[in-house]
């Protein structure tokens, strides 16, 4: 970082404008990194430019850390530092299109739902990763034993997930004969617009019919396809950006400079003109979710699974080996990229090219493990879809096999030094129990194959799947993930 300082501090602009200006017209559930790297960055260019005065209201729901953010960034006037950073210079901004910031822990979970439901409020949005959905990945629907979920159909007035506060909130949008709202996903899921909106149903038709059918003919649910590398924050990456500023800012974040959002132009009370600062609205999203979710998260599922076990802590330090490199290459354009139906004129030749770039990016201390979690979550639309046009075509799969075994020999909880893995997952313990049972074989594959949430019906009655898998676990059991990788690429060479 110390290259980038002379022109990091040149100038750092400031916002020519207050709180006063915006007003609270989107209340976004989810104030992580990415969220505050992606949309709420686009809405500060839109002000920079316009006169809009689109804000936004910031809710956290879960944990005491998340209110922290909250109050910091009260004490801040609600500005934050990003360092947008390229391989070779780093750029502050000083963001400022929030206009408010909400905790149920600060300021309860009534006045969260009636802000939900004010007037001003045209969009709900929300990033809380695909678990914040309480989908059952096998059915499509709302999973009815998730625990926040029982809570939610228990207590409505104080929901605790996302989907329980977006309801609560309809519901008085109903109940006061209010304008409908636009419900906007930025998660990383497949159709997260539909993803959404089934959910939202699946809690309103459980609670109140009539509120079901209003909801249906009235709220819209726009997909949307966001794209932008934001590592986790660090103590290192908070250290490093006051170096570069000159002041201490608890809310500063990092991120890659390029960024990408395709959204579906499906609004119900108006919405901001994004597309005047590089975002497009289009009338199906589908294409471009499936080529990022498949070639982009894909891609990254496999590196971080097969780099943390080959002892890489970041995604940067993965492309640093010419067998990963090639791995992943040949895995985006030989795998991922013929199940995709893209527009006409589309280069994904180049997009892998630029992906490649952007992993290699050091600047970025993109982890491995943070990449890692909550797999069983992101397998089925990172990998497991693809598995499964594979199947059907009869074509090569190799590399998707061999990142499905990566993630369940990582779920094993121990590296190949012995050394505990810290896995975050909603599954964590049925996988603990599985390897409690088999200990390290590939007796665990079959079992795994077998969770119905994460895999379905079918893949576990494919043995061509079955022994694909077992074959990849077994050597990486046998020589390592490096090697492992590194054997694969050599037999690709010689076909």
């Known amino acids: 970082m110390e290259k980038n300082l002379v022109n990091a501090m040149i100038s750092v602009p400031l916002p020519d404008w207050t709180t006063e200006r915006l007003t609270a017209r989107i209340v976004h559930l989810g104030c992580g990194a990415f969220h505050r790297a992606h949309q709420v960055v686009y809405t500060h260019h839109l002000l920079e430019q316009t006169d809009s005065d689109w804000g936004y209201c910031e809710v956290n729901l879960m944990s005491q850390q998340s209110a922290l953010l909250i109050e910091n960034l009260k004490k801040q006037s609600m500005r934050y530092t990003v360092a947008e950073q390229s391989q070779d210079v780093t750029t502050l901004k000083i963001i400022g299109s929030i206009k408010e910031a909400m905790h149920p822990l600060i300021d309860g979970a009534q006045a969260i739902i009636e802000k939900m439901a004010s007037p001003e409020v045209a969009i709900i949005s929300l990033t809380v990763t695909e678990k914040g959905y309480c989908i059952n990945a ?101 250290t490093e950006i006051a170096r570069l500023s000159g002041w201490k800012d608890p809310c500063a974040i990092a991120c890659e400079s390029f960024r990408q959002w395709v959204i579906e132009d499906n609004f119900a009370n108006g919405r901001p003109d994004w597309d005047r600062v590089g975002a497009q609205f289009v009338e199906d999203v589908t294409p471009f979710e499936m080529m990022k979710l498949r070639m982009l998260n894909g891609a990254h599922s496999f590196l971080a699974y097969l780099g943390y076990l080959g002892g890489y802590v970041h995604i940067s330090d993965t492309m640093t080996n010419a067998d990963y490199r090639r791995a992943v290459h040949t895995l985006m354009l030989n795998e991922q990229a013929p199940t995709l139906l893209m527009p006409e004129n589309t280069d994904l030749a180049t997009y892998v090219e630029n992906l490649l770039e952007r992993f290699a990016n050091p600047s970025l201390k993109h982890q491995t493990w943070q990449i ?20 059907e075509k009869g074509s090569d799969y190799r590399y998707l096999a061999l990142g499905i075994a990566g993630w369940m020999r990582y779920v094993s909880g121990v590296d190949e030094q012995g050394q505990p893995i810290d896995v975050r997952d909603p599954l964590k313990e049925v996988f603990a129990a599985i390897y409690a049972k088999h200990g390290l074989s590939v007796a665990v594959v079959e079992e795994l194959l077998a969770i119905e949430s994460i895999f379905g019906e079918k893949l576990i009655k494919n043995r061509d799947v079955v022994d694909n898998v077992v074959r990849a676990y077994q050597r990486l059991l046998d020589v390592g993930a490096r090697q492992t990788v590194a054997i694969l690429c050599s037999q690709g060479e010689k076909q």
């Not at 089925?380 to 594979?390: A, F, M, V």
């Open 138 to 238: 096998a059915t499509g629907h709302l999973d009815l034993n998730n625990p926040l979920i029982i809570h939610d159909l228990a207590t409505p007035s104080s929901p605790r997930s996302a989907i329980g506060y977006i309801t609560a909130a309809l519901k008085l949008r109903f109940e006061r004969q209010r304008s409908p709202v636009t419900i906007l996903s930025c998660d990383n899921v497949r159709e997260n617009g539909h993803v959404a909106r089934q959910a939202v149903l699946d809690l309103a038709r459980l609670q109140d019919e009539t509120l079901a059918h209003w909801i249906e003919q009235r709220v819209t649910f726009p997909s949307t396809m966001v794209d932008r590398i934001v590592p986790a924050v660090t103590p290192e990456t908070l």
């Open 372 to 391: 890692a979690m909550d797999g069983s979550q992101k397998l089925p639309q990172r990998l497991l879809d693809s598995t499964r046009w594979h199947i």
